[in-house]
Nanobody, 114 residues
């Protein structure tokens, strides 16, 4: 099966930036589109960004213009550059395929607070 390991989270002040990484292992040929998801305390998990094997990307309205998703196919890594962070961005961030069809990793916690 496919496994995901997220990293790069931490505590950041409003307006700050963080870069998250997702290491993908296993049978990655089954994944056409990679995506980032987040789950805030007491909230449902939501998709925030996605990227295809050819580099096409999509973003949720809440993060559009502030977040950028990218990938390094040779290294099986997916990144999420987060700029102009807001307290509402506080959540555990996960990576998975589009639709979240594989088992979830542990995620990485992003806390935006002053």
């Amino acid at each position: 099966q496919v496994q995901f390991v997220e990293s790069g989270g931490g505590l950041v002040q409003p307006g700050g930036s963080l870069r998250l990484s997702c290491a993908v292992s296993g049978s990655t040929s089954s994944i056409a589109i990679m995506a980032w998801y987040r789950q805030a305390p007491g909230q449902a998990r939501e998709r925030v960004a996605s990227i295809s094997n050819t580099g096409g990307s999509n973003y949720a309205d809440a993060v559009k213009g502030r977040f950028t998703v990218s990938r390094d196919n040779a290294k099986n890594l997916v990144y999420l550059q987060m700029n102009s962070l807001k307290p509402d961005d506080t959540a555990v961030y996960y990576c998975n395929n589009l639709g979240g069809n594989w088992p979830w990793g542990k995620g990485t916690l992003v806390t935006v607070s002053s």
